[in-house]
């Protein structure tokens, strides 16, 4: 009894090798029939071949996508030289689908080549799908693994549905339908979304990693922006609001649609671009400095050694950029010969040092200053080296915006013959009328 179940099991266990071994060998049958039926299967093709390839471009849910770039690239020949070319670009339509005709020029079956490369793109991707000329199947499909549906509902404030409107998204275009709808596939990832609307455009950043429902409401905002000079007087400018221009000394803008307009102010040869968020601030201020800075209580100090030329720089005004120090220079003249110099800064002041010239030598100097919108002022000064050295010994400078002739300096003049000329003369007149008078009383 022991024995016929120990065969039984025996007898099990072969039948169960058996059904596994069949099992696999079906297995590798249909795996067989497969390869050989697919693609993958290099049958070759023949010289001069034409075919006609029917594609189909799907999402990940086999949904067609429009607008998909299609070319398609194969060996036209190789004795004459022309090797692989690529097929005009086509875009697909509403359901996805195209056809396209190769045709293959080669005469040698031993130089014809079969491979042939598909390629699709779409927001930004790119999907190749490579067949065998003469040998494929009726449709190719080309899918996009990671595409997805966007729907997009467009709103105005009130909610109200904003219509028949051509909105961007990506790099692509789509009209919204009456009830402010609009559905488009598109690839995972960020998706930029801009909508034109109250004379501006609305953009949105909208993250998909599956379908994705979204409702966009526009937004507004108000903005008031002005213009003045660097001491808070109004200016007329040229002010550009997206693709709005206006003229004045500012604009004041009820309701637009945008968080970060992009705003440009033009005085004359002079522009600014302000950042504007309109969430954290609606009135904006846009100076100009117009007025150059003034250089002040020039003095020249003096040692046995050194010579000093000391200034101050001002640039008044509540919106005054400031003097621009790398822009200071003083420029001097020795004997006809000019040197520069850059001052530094101490204790508010500027100075530049220089050797003393020699005893009465006239000392030329140009003081040039900058203010950091780049208004220029300038101040001529002169100083006579003489034998005691005294600070402050020097000829009144003139002011002088945007450069000044120097004034030459009053050179001292010898009046003691004058003093002695106009002495005899006044002798001689008083003899004449001593004289006149005297003959008048001889003759009474």
């Known amino acids: 009894m022991k024995c016929d179940n120990m065969w039984k099991k025996v007898l099990n266990r072969e039948s169960m090798k058996k059904l596994v071994m069949l099992s696999l060998l079906k297995k590798l049958f249909i795996f067989a029939l497969l390869f050989f039926a697919s693609d993958a299967f290099a049958a070759s093709c023949e010289a001069g071949f034409t075919d006609t390839i029917n594609i189909k471009v799907i999402d990940y849910k086999y949904r067609p996508i429009e607008n998909a770039k299609v070319t398609i690239t194969y060996q036209k020949d190789q004795t004459t030289g022309k090797g692989y070319v690529t097929t005009n670009p086509r875009y697909t339509p509403a359901d996805g689908k195209l056809t396209e005709t190769i045709r293959n020029i080669e005469i040698f079956d031993n130089k014809v080549r079969c491979d042939v490369t598909i390629t699709a793109e779409y927001d ?14 009726a449709e190719i499909i080309v899918r996009f693994e990671d595409a997805r549906l966007l729907s997009l509902k467009i709103v105005d404030k ?16 789509k009209n919204t339908s009456e009830s402010g709808q609009a559905n488009i596939i598109v690839n995972m990832g960020i998706v930029e979304v801009a909508v034109p609307y109250l004379s501006g455009v609305i953009t949105q950043d909208i993250e998909v990693t599956d379908d994705t429902s979204y409702t966009l409401q526009a937004k507004v905002y108000a903005m008031n922006l002005e213009v003045v000079d660097d001491r808070g007087d109004p200016l007329v400018a040229h002010i550009f609001v997206e693709d709005q221009e206006y003229e004045g000394t500012g604009v004041e803008i009820k309701e637009i649609a945008l968080q970060n307009p992009y705003v440009k102010v033009v005085y004359g040869a002079l522009e600014k671009s302000p950042p504007i968020d309109l969430v954290m601030e609606t009135n904006y201020v846009v100076s100009f400095d117009i007025t150059p800075p003034e250089i002040k209580n020039v003095e020249v100090e003096r040692d046995e050694d050194d010579l000093r030329i000391r200034f101050f720089v001002y640039d ?10 790398d822009e200071t220079t ?23 040092e220089m050797p003393t010239p020699p005893i009465n030598t006239l000392l030329r100097f140009t003081i040039t200053t900058y203010d950091m919108e780049g208004n220029m002022n300038t101040v001529n000064g002169q100083y006579l080296v003489t034998p ?37 003369v006044v002798v001689v007149l008083a003899y004449a009328v001593w004289s006149y008078v005297r003959g008048l009383t001889e003759e009474e």
């Open 158 to 173: 009130l909610g109200a549905p904003i219509a028949n409107t051509q909105i961007r998204i990506n790099e692509m275009y």
């Open 330 to 352: 003083v420029s001097y003249t020795i004997g006809g010969i000019t040197e520069y110099a850059v001052p530094y800064v101490d204790s508010g002041s500027y100075i530049v």
């Open 388 to 424: 005691e050295a005294e600070n402050g010994d020097i000829f009144p400078p003139t002011n002088e915006t945007n450069g000044g002739e120097e004034q030459p300096p009053t050179e001292p003049e010898d009046n003691t013959l004058l003093i002695i000329i106009g002495a005899v």
């Open 124 to 137: 930004g991707e790119i999907v190749d799908k490579k067949i065998t000329a003469e040998s494929h199947y």
């Open 316 to 325: 008044y005004g509540t919106y005054a950029t400031g003097p621009n120090l």
